[in-house]
């Protein structure tokens, strides 16, 4: 049984008692399960059990419910980041029916190096094999398995900040985190993050189970838990930053009060904390290192710093942004109630403390070192805020019976029941977050996202189905919420399902801090997807609709759109169609087929009219454009500048062809390297190599050829003479043989290109 009233001594110091002050709360808590030494009854125990029991089933209804209406109410193909997961789970169900376990364990290893891996759709897929694919069922397993736990994990860490009345601070807290639409929000948008946040939010409950970590399993258990945090998304690791320096703050606060005791206990003590703060570190790791070692290796190397430079923003623009996707109301009222909990005792005064810390340096942490500004990233505050909100009204609470109390607390009640209303409901005609925003005091409106071409768009795909041959890769010249590459796939396998998609899509450049030049995509594409330049009526400095960053740092996507509304030379290989699609905001969509190939002087011509356009080089530039090659082909960066490019070839009994331009720095001298790869089953016994010197004025200088004999030596070294050359061309052909297999790969690996 708990108490009726909050008991007078908690949160006050034990001046009497030189026992630490955690040890002191930590035994108030416990006291308040029992009255009086007061022994439980069966049935007091079967009644506290069916109310908890009563109480999951609301919050597990309400979260369904929740969910059900905003899918419903929902119509939009969820381009970008909104609809990748929900791709990449229904995939994975695909694979693992296919080949059940070894394909799946093969393709979520390989995906540990990019940027989105499949580890987080693990528990999601066997929702969709079972149920379907449909957008419902993802939501659903999103909500079931992140957003309700995390909910639940931060009920359980109110009981340890707010010591009284466990049972009602649990679900009370866990109801305000169902009440916060910017801890819903996030979810309904079909981003996957959320599971990282409740990672966090349980390393924090496991922490505060004793706050010195005395306890054998807490290092390793921690460490695991804070491990996968990252792992599963990677940007969490700011999070696990914050909590280690939490956890210092909160070590060192503890350190300066025993002192006033006793300075060698004291000095004991904060060590050994320290030391198991540290293990947890390298616990964390070595989980890392176990789970993932693609993923460290991957994080090890790259610069995210420059790769996503793109996405930086002053750090007013990121206070304010994270202020408002909550609306000011609840961080005061979250405020508010740390402060006042601290000032009047109501509160365990050091876990208060350890949430202060956290959520300070988490918020600078991200206006001055992170710079990032996207609404999934708003789950590195949920938890501190409706932590704040809870402390609030139990604060309000445990104050003295009065008018003025019951009047404070129904107003704090009807705000924040207003503010989901206002944040999650659609109460006016908007396409896109934050529009029709009531006032900053509340959550901006980010309700079901109805597009008005909703319907353009099928038509827009049915078009390109019925235009194109299977196989003819489409180009998308656009990046934003309103049309890009990723929305025409969701589009085509929302209206004809996964396994009747037909259009060969390509990934395009989209970011100019971590992509490269447009130019090779748009000499494979058969069909390019073009936009006019039209803009949206927005405040002034605003993007252009094209796209969904200021449009200073997405030149990749606008010279690709360029080259054909201003009509370049590379335009000149295609010809427009004449149908016209046109998009809610007055933009018209134009189709381009291919007519003939591009040649190399106009690849040239376009690639300095791009590179005029761009103020600094493109953080994904290569040395190297590819202009021909077979269906199925890529080009890769290794390391130390090296490149691998792979081609499968398919054609039976005709002659192939790759070409490559290097458009790197060429000195006067070059020495070009690299080996031929003829694959386990070669379908040819020669290959021909063919490297040609360009000069400035795109004629021909040079030409040195290598022939090639299987199972010769494959490897090549090419001295030439460079003086007054500004590109290289690398040629590769042969022809398949009439017994070789249906399909084969070459790939020509370690290419460098040095002064000689």
């Not at 206002?422 to 029709?436: A, E, F």
Request: net charge neutral; proline share 5%; glycine share 6%.
């Amino acid at each position: 049984m708990v108490p009726d009233e909050y008991p007078e001594s908690v949160g006050e110091r034990a001046h009497r008692n030189p026992r630490p002050v955690e040890m002191h709360n930590d035994e108030i808590r416990e006291s308040q399960g029992n009255r009086s030494g007061e022994l439980a009854s069966p049935r007091s125990h079967d009644w506290r059990f069916m109310t908890h029991l009563a109480l999951f089933m609301v919050m597990l209804t309400a979260s369904v419910t929740i969910t059900c209406l905003w899918v419903l109410n929902e119509q939009d193909y969820y381009n970008g980041d909104w609809g990748r997961t929900h791709l990449m789970a229904i995939d994975q169900a695909a694979l693992f029916r296919q080949w059940p376990g070894g394909a799946l364990y093969y393709h979520v290893k390989e995906s540990l190096v990019r940027d989105y891996n499949d580890i987080v759709v693990l528990p999601i897929f066997p929702f969709v094999m079972a149920f379907g694919n449909s957008r419902l069922v993802f939501e659903l397993a999103l909500v079931l398995l992140y957003q309700l736990p995390f909910a639940l994990v931060v009920g359980a860490i109110a009981t340890k900040l707010i010591p009284v009345h466990s049972s009602a601070v649990f679900w009370s807290t866990t109801g305000l985190a169902l009440l916060t639409p910017a801890v819903w929000v996030p979810t309904l948008r079909g981003l996957p993050d959320m599971c990282s946040a409740l990672l966090v939010a349980l390393a924090v409950l496991l922490y505060l189970h004793d706050k010195r970590l005395r306890h054998w399993w807490q290092i390793p258990t921690i460490g695991l838990v804070l491990a996968l945090a990252v792992i599963l998304r990677r940007h969490f690791a700011y999070g696990v930053v914050a909590l280690f320096v939490s956890w210092g703050v909160m070590s060192s606060v503890v350190f300066l009060e025993q002192w006033q005791r006793s300075f060698r206990e004291a000095v004991i003590s904060w060590s050994r904390t320290i030391v198991r703060i540290g293990l947890v570190g390298v616990s964390s790791l070595a989980w890392t290192a176990l789970l993932g070692w693609p993923f460290l290796e991957t994080v090890y190397r790259t610069n995210y710093t420059s790769l996503f430079s793109s996405y930086v923003f002053p750090p007013s623009e990121v206070i304010s942004y994270y202020i408002l996707i909550f609306g000011w109301g609840p961080w005061m009222l979250a405020g508010v109630g740390y402060i006042t909990g601290v000032f009047i005792r109501k509160l365990n005064q050091d876990v208060a403390l350890f949430f202060i810390v956290f959520g300070l340096y988490s918020y600078a942490q991200w206006a001055f070192l992170v710079g990032q500004k996207v609404i999934h990233y708003a789950n590195h505050f949920s938890m501190f805020v409706v932590l704040g909100l809870s402390a609030l009204v139990w604060v309000v609470c445990q104050a003295e019976k009065s008018r003025p109390r019951l009047l404070i607390l129904t107003s704090i009640v009807i705000y924040l029941i207003a503010n989901a209303v206002i944040g999650m409901v659609k109460l006016t005609n908007v396409d896109s977050p934050g529009v029709g925003q009531i006032a900053t005091s509340f959550a901006p409106n980010h309700s079901p996202i109805v597009r008005k071409d909703y319907g353009e768009i099928g038509r827009l795909v049915e078009y390109l189905r019925k235009v194109t041959s299977r196989g003819d890769k489409i180009y998308v010249a656009a990046g934003s919420f309103f049309l890009d590459y990723t929305l025409l796939v969701s589009a085509e396998r929302a209206l004809y399902g996964r396994d009747q998609s037909l259009l060969a899509i390509i990934p395009v450049p989209m970011v100019d801090s971590n992509h490269d030049l447009p130019l090779s995509a748009l000499l494979a594409a058969h069909y390019v997807v073009v936009p006019s330049t039209v803009e949206v009526q927005q405040t002034p400095g605003a993007s252009q609709w094209e796209y969904h960053l200021p449009h200073d740092q997405q030149t990749v996507v606008k010279v690709a759109s360029l080259a054909f509304t201003e009509n370049w030379p590379i335009a000149e290989d295609f010809s427009r169609l004449p149908d016209e699609f046109t998009l809610s905001n007055g933009t018209h969509v134009n189709v381009y087929r291919r007519v003939r190939p591009t040649s190399l002087e106009t690849v040239i011509t376009t690639l300095e009219i791009m590179e005029k356009s761009f103020r600094s080089r493109p953080g994904g530039r290569l040395d190297w454009i590819v202009l021909e090659a077979p269906r199925y082909s890529s080009l890769a960066k290794g390391t130390e500048g090296s490149y691998a490019f792979l081609t499968n070839v398919t054609d039976v009994g005709k002659v192939w062809k790759a070409k490559m331009l290097h458009v790197g720095t060429v000195s006067a001298k070059t020495k070009i390297s690299g080996a031929l790869r003829f694959g386990d089953t070669p379908c040819t016994s020669s290959l021909v190599l063919n490297i040609s010197t360009v000069s400035p004025s795109h004629s021909f200088l040079d030409t040195i050829t290598r022939t090639f004999r299987y199972p010769e030596s494959p490897a090549f070294t090419v001295q030439m003479d460079t003086m007054g050359v500004k590109y290289l061309l690398l040629s590769l052909s042969g022809s398949v043989e009439t017994n070789a297999p249906a399909s084969c790969q070459f790939k020509i690996d370690q290419i460098r290109v040095g002064a000689g």
